[in-house]
């Protein structure tokens, strides 16, 4: 196994709409991440993960991008830009910047410039095809639903965007644009930038001559996803750019499968440094975007397992729980009611001691949860605007039905204001915030957490500091115990002689725990618990969402 220091650190996402402003307007800016440097020092990451800050018409909050080498009117300034950058590095901390090029804003210059007329020169900068009797050229649909076309009077023709209509796909097949993508990376590299959150990487390549794909909720996915070209391409950003620079990588890879993450994140390092694997996101997935099920605990063991095992010497894992596009883990995952503390400790207490690089998403370090707004107007995201107006308004699908699955697993539930006191707007903004905040940032939020020695951000610190302190619990190799518990996840890992011993409660039940026979409690030392009073290492009783790691 190869050591490099992205896999030993811990990594913080900030999505700055909703991280802190500075001016009033309601919008979270780069001077509002600047006044918080010294609060993400504290915690004690390594690597700041920013969502797109670059100029962008907002239609999917700055995944839409109209200039890549400029920031975003609401967000500040090149000149903030870099006087963030600074204060990252002055406190040895280290900056991955949002790479969205599998498409760009339709307000793009390029764009701009392709839609004029069919030759144009920026005209294959973007997939352009001719209707089919009248209709769109295949049936490939959206994410953001209805079909991936949108036909253009002016030449015609039809372009696709496998997101919003204002997010044209970008035409990877052409050189150009390759070219002009590897030149925009190094200009953000060489100005100190530390690498790079590649957003769904793996849809740059699309199976040739656009194949209509079998009916599914997003049609057409096997053949964008993982498509003919695309380890082709990376290898060759890979050469021109990445292999320049000592930087981190990770790619955003929907519906990835092991067998392509081993390509994608392979030790030689000859594409990206790791994948964010999705299978933990679709897991509870239900019949339609807004449902959702209950997962049994040996499911969802088995799915982390597995990654943690098939990686193991070959590739490097990202481990996460959540993101801007997730909900909240704690009403996800735990319990966010009267065990918010506990199950949120037990939560991170696992991804702390699994192999690969830890990602923390902001608010996540005070337990944030999701926000349950009664009005679906209340919500903001293109992706749920979108869907109730197909599905529910123009469809038949049950409003509170829906309701209710937006509840459990809609991105705003991420992009609420984070929540830093119990001031109005909760210190997010002296103006009225862009999306609502959650009414609960009277009892969680910063202020609180600081003060309160016992708080999850306290015991986040707590986990980091073992980490950092613990090489095993970055390599140490992977194994498990009675993955059909119902209750508890058992695993070990080994590195150099050194044994970490992991017991989680999933549960809000007190359960018996035995020590699995070939283990001695012997010797064995309760590095950190989230009841602090853990005990020795035999069989015991576990507290509701209790977690105990050992080192023997
Ligand atoms: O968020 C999702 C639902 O769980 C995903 O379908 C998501 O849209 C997909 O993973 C792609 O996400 C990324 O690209 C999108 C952007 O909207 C997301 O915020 C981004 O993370 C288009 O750029
Ligand atoms: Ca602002």
Request: proline residues 5%; aromatic residues 14%.
């Amino acid at each position: 196994m190869k050591k490099a220091w992205w896999k030993e650190a811990v990594v913080y996402q900030i999505y700055p709409r909703s991280f802190m402003d500075s001016n009033g307007d309601g919008i979270g800016d780069l001077p509002g991440i600047i006044s918080k440097l010294d609060y993400l020092k504290e915690l004690g990451v390594d690597v700041i993960w920013l969502s797109p800050c670059y100029k962008s018409p907002n239609d999917d909050n700055g995944y839409d991008i109209s200039d890549y080498r400029d920031i975003m009117d609401e967000f500040g300034t090149l000149e903030d830009f870099r006087t963030m950058l600074e204060g990252i590095h002055k406190r040895g901390m280290k900056l991955v910047m949002d790479l969205v090029v599998n498409h760009t804003s339709d307000e793009h210059a390029w764009f701009m410039e392709s839609r004029k007329s069919k030759d144009n020169p920026y005209r294959d900068y973007y997939i352009w095809r001719d209707g089919k009797d009248g209709k769109e050229p295949n049936n490939w649909t959206s994410y953001f639903y209805g079909p991936a076309w949108e036909y253009d009077k002016e030449t015609d023709q039809y372009y696709l965007h496998i997101f919003s209509r204002k997010q044209p796909d970008l035409n990877w097949e052409n050189p150009n644009v390759r070219y002009e993508v590897y030149d925009m990376m190094k200009y953000w590299l060489d100005m100190g930038c530390d690498g790079f959150r590649m957003d769904v990487v793996n849809m740059y390549s699309k199976v040739p001559g656009l194949p209509d794909g079998k009916p599914a909720e997003i049609t057409g996915k096997e053949h964008f996803q993982d498509g003919p070209r695309i380890h082709e391409f990376l290898q060759e950003m890979n050469r021109e750019v990445l292999s320049k620079y000592d930087i981190m990588t990770v790619g955003e890879t929907a519906d990835v499968s092991i067998e392509e993450a081993l390509r994608y994140a392979n030790n030689e390092g000859t594409e990206l440094g790791m994948v964010f694997q999705f299978e933990q996101n679709m897991i509870d997935n239900g019949e339609t975007r807004f449902s959702y099920r209950k997962v049994p605990l040996p499911e969802l063991k088995a799915c982390f397992s597995k990654w943690q095992r098939q990686l193991e010497g070959k590739a490097w894992n990202s481990l996460y729980w959540t993101n801007h596009d997730q909900p909240r883990t704690v009403s996800r995952r735990g319990n966010d009611k009267e065990y918010r503390k506990e199950s949120q400790k037990m939560l991170y207490t696992m991804l702390m001691t699994m192999q690969g690089t830890p990602y923390i998403y902001q608010g996540e370090e005070i337990g944030m949860t999701n926000v349950y707004f009664d009005d679906i107007q209340d919500y903001d995201d293109v992706e749920i605007r979108n869907y109730w107006e197909r599905y529910v308004v123009n469809g038949t699908e049950d409003p509170e039905k829906t309701l209710d699955g937006i509840h459990f697993r809609a991105r705003d539930n991420a992009r609420t204001p984070m929540q830093w006191d119990d001031s109005e707007n909760a210190g997010f903004t002296t103006g009225k915030p862009w999306i609502k905040v959650n009414p609960n940032y009277k009892e969680i939020n910063v202020k609180e957490a600081l003060e309160d020695p016992d708080s999850i951000f306290h015991y986040m610190q707590d986990l980091i500091r073992m980490r950092k302190a613990n090489e095993v619990a970055v390599y140490g190799d992977f194994k498990e115990y009675e993955p059909e518990n119902e209750k508890l996840y058992i695993y070990e890992r080994n590195f150099e002689g050194k044994k970490l011993f992991v017991v989680l409660n999933f549960t809000e039940e007190t359960v018996d725990f035995c020590v699995p026979e070939g283990i001695s409690g012997e010797g064995a030392e309760l590095l950190i618990d989230n009841y602090k009073d853990g005990g020795k290492l035999e069989n015991r009783v576990m507290r509701p969402y209790e977690a105990s790691v050992y080192l023997i």
